[in-house]
């Protein structure tokens, strides 16, 4: 475990479907962040939490709808995704020192057909 | 924006050395780290260079150059378990008070016998 938890691990949902994604840490960080990761591609960045504020949208489309309630907390809401979103999404949290890095999560492997 | 690149693919023997190199393009610099994710697992914290010159931990040493927009992560005596894919990030000044990390396309390591 490596102090960032994310449930659940495994997703398939339909195109009409609703689902969340849940992600937990308890290691005192202020940052929190929603990654996705695709097949031969970077990590791209999607969100970011300071301080349960949103400080960052990448341009991430509106059927993604995150939500953080509390510094240690945060959700990823989908609905009406499309096969292309199939995806491994990965949570990280942070300090907010510079020079410490990203705990990540194991992160959702999610299908949508 | 940002942009990093890496060599998609390495291949070393057991006990040999191999450098991975990243050079990225970014505004508001702040630093270059290096991860290490496994397959099917999280994405972990290697190392992070702030200012030029080389950062030793273990087996592991990571170089920055910032004039060149160039750094290297060098990893001795391999071992099989260093198989995974390595990612490059650079951090930067996010909106607000939060930094973000932009990753590289990962190179994968295969470390042969």
């Known amino acids: 475990e490596t102090g960032v938890t994310q449930t659940p691990r495994h997703l398939v949902m339909g195109m009409t479907n609703k689902k969340s994604l849940k992600c937990e840490q308890h290691?005192?960080?202020?940052?929190m962040y929603w990654y996705k990761q695709s097949a031969k591609k970077p990590l791209e960045l999607m969100f970011v939490?300071?301080?349960?504020?949103?400080?960052e949208n990448n341009s991430v489309p509106s059927r993604f709808s995150p939500e953080c309630p509390n510094s240690s907390h945060l959700f990823l809401h989908l609905h009406t995704l499309q096969p292309e979103d199939s995806a491994l999404y990965l949570c990280?949290?942070?300090?907010?020192?510079?020079?410490?890095?990203?705990?990540f999560g194991s992160g959702t492997r999610l299908t949508v057909v | 924006g940002q942009s990093l690149e890496q060599p998609s693919e390495v291949t070393a023997v057991e006990g040999a050395i191999v450098q991975i190199n990243c050079t990225y393009q970014t505004s508001g610099f702040y630093g270059l780290s290096w991860y290490q994710q496994h397959d099917g697992g999280a994405p972990t914290f290697l190392s992070y260079?702030?200012?030029?010159g080389l950062e030793e931990t273990g087996r592991f040493s990571s170089f920055l150059s910032r004039s060149d927009s160039y750094g290297y992560l060098l990893l001795q005596e391999l071992q099989m378990k260093d198989s995974a894919s390595y990612f490059c990030?650079?951090?930067?000044?996010?909106?607000?008070?939060?930094?973000?990390?932009?990753f590289g396309t990962g190179t994968r390591l295969q470390v042969t016998l």
């Open positions: 990280a949290s942070s300090p907010n020192d510079r020079g410490l890095g990203y705990t």
């Open positions: 990030a650079v951090r930067d000044r996010g909106t607000g008070t939060a930094s973000k990390l932009t």
């Open positions: 260079n702030a200012l030029d």
């Open positions: 290691l005192g960080h202020n940052a």
């Open positions: 939490y300071n301080f349960k504020e949103q400080t």
